[in-house]
């Protein structure tokens, strides 16, 4: 009978610095690994070796690593959690003479920073881990849990991401969202971006944190500000907005490409092809060149700003303050409107189509009536009777997939489906191409808390990365 041992240890620094626990659990020739915030269930990766004395040197192996990081032998419930930060803000009454004409206001209940909106769908997630889909006419699609508040949403192509407090970043692209990413137990997420499958992180302590697509640390850098609350990337740098600036590092390695001192802190990012844009605390929005940090265009608002966002290719800037304002600015600066939002300040906000998305201090998503028209009569005093949204009585719920049981099972792939496979690599599980016509040598970007060894998977669609590697597209069932 096999003998069952478990390695407890915390690592815990003073000033909000790491704050962690990590166990090994060895129980024969298996060896569970859970880690995580102090104070939390954390997260757990299971590996199966060939005979037990293997299963303990790697224990051992791993365990020895997190001691000489610093990590020593602790009694689980000692410590005290820490909390995650919640963005406090203040909002004022608008000082502008006119209110936005509002269309329809949905109010979900808790504090929301995130926002994204596409073609087909609103998305908006609150301090209390709930988000929320909707169409362009404001009624209500469904609904994910996660477990603790969403910092942000953000797209990468067709995927959807929710940046959560527990730590985790979950992808909302299909009916069942899945944790894509773990990130440190000791990064408090500020802000997050996803570009190809690579996830970009800015917290509390103005660092920024890169992971690849198999949830693998690849750099991070630090020491320029505190408080990044913007982060953006494409194909040529990784934008970093903290309390002294904007900074651009190279995707790969991290080099320092340009940095640039805005006025004031960054309080938001925002990105079109060949610009950033950061609001700040000293009541403007500055428009940097991404090619090396220039300022080209400053504009100017009456409060601290909170958020901003253009609409395509630059041609119009937006900006919610923190005196519950929205304005919108020409290209070059020139203010075209200021107008209250008529409930707090946004902060976030989209444009599409438009419309302006905003996401206020009280918790609304707001959809304003941009077209010049619009403005125009909303200027003059004519504004239309927004319209509340309310729940519909059966709406959807999803909530993440936490195992391998919580996932859908089928006898057979359907017709046009890829199947995928998990397999040990080296003490940790990948997952590769089973069906033919992909490259076999590349790994699939896969929820780790379904992965399971020898496990088979049928998935809707497989899509290629820049970084040589699959990402899933469509629900994922498990094959009997």
Not at 217 to 240: K, L, N, P
Not at 342 to 360: F, I, K, N, P
Request: charged share 20%; with cysteine; aromatic share 10%.
């Amino acid at each position: 009978m096999s003998t069952t041992s478990t390695t407890y240890l915390e690592l815990s620094q003073d000033g909000g610095g790491a704050h962690k626990f990590y166990e090994v659990t060895v129980a024969g020739q298996v060896v569970s690994v859970r880690y995580g915030r102090i104070g939390a269930a954390g997260q757990t990766q299971t590996s199966t070796f060939a005979t037990p004395q293997k299963a303990q040197a790697a224990a051992a192996k791993k365990v020895g690593e997190k001691v000489r990081k610093g990590y020593a032998p602790a009694v689980p419930g000692q410590r005290a959690p820490r909390a995650v930060t919640r963005r406090q803000v203040s909002s004022a009454p608008s000082t502008a003479r006119a209110v936005a004409p509002v269309l329809w206001r949905f109010r979900t209940g808790s504090a929301a920073f995130g926002i994204h909106v596409d073609a087909d769908r609103c998305w908006v997630g609150n301090q209390s881990g709930d988000v929320y889909t909707l169409d362009h006419a404001g009624e209500v699609l469904a609904r994910y849990s996660l477990p603790d508040g969403v910092k942000c949403l953000v797209a990468d192509d067709f995927w959807i991401y929710a940046g959560c407090d527990d730590g985790r970043v979950y992808d909302l692209s299909s009916k069942l969202p899945f944790a894509a990413y773990d990130i440190a137990a000791d990064v408090d997420i500020f802000w997050l971006d996803i570009h190809e499958g690579v996830l970009n992180v800015a917290d509390r302590g103005g660092r920024l944190t890169v992971i690849d697509h198999e949830d693998e640390h690849q750099w991070s850098r630090g020491g320029r500000g505190e408080h990044a609350w913007m982060v953006r990337a494409d194909d040529r740098a990784v934008y970093h907005g903290h309390s002294s600036g904007v900074t651009a590092y190279a995707p790969d390695g991290g080099g320092e490409l340009w940095h640039t001192r805005t006025r004031g802190a960054v309080l938001f990012g925002w990105q079109e092809s060949d610009a950033v844009y950061a609001g700040t605390g000293q009541r403007v929005v500055q428009r940097l060149s991404k090619t090396d940090g220039a300022l080209e265009a400053t504009y100017a608002c009456d409060s601290a700003v909170y958020s901003c966002a253009t609409s395509p290719g630059g041609r119009f800037v937006f900006a919610g303050d923190a005196a519950s304002s929205v304005y919108c600015f020409d290209r070059d600066g020139t203010r075209l409107w200021k107008l209250g939002t008529g409930g707090g300040s946004a902060l976030s906000m989209q444009y599409h189509e438009d419309r302006l998305y905003l996401v206020t201090t009280d918790g609304s998503l707001v959809c304003v009536d941009a077209s010049e028209a619009a403005i125009t009569a909303a200027q003059q005093g004519t504004v239309p009777v927004a319209r509340d949204v309310k729940l519909a009585a059966a709406l959807p719920t999803y909530a993440p997939a936490t195992a391998v049981a919580s996932v859908t099972t089928v006898t057979a792939a359907p017709a046009g489906a890829v199947v995928v496979e998990c397999v040990q690599e080296g003490g940790r599980m990948r997952v590769h191409v089973v069906s033919d016509g992909y490259e076999r040598s590349w790994r699939v970007q896969f929820p780790r808390a379904i992965r399971e060894p020898g496990a088979r998977y049928v998935v809707d669609a497989l899509h290629p990365a820049s970084g040589g590697f699959y990402r899933v597209r469509g629900d994922i069932r498990r094959l009997l």
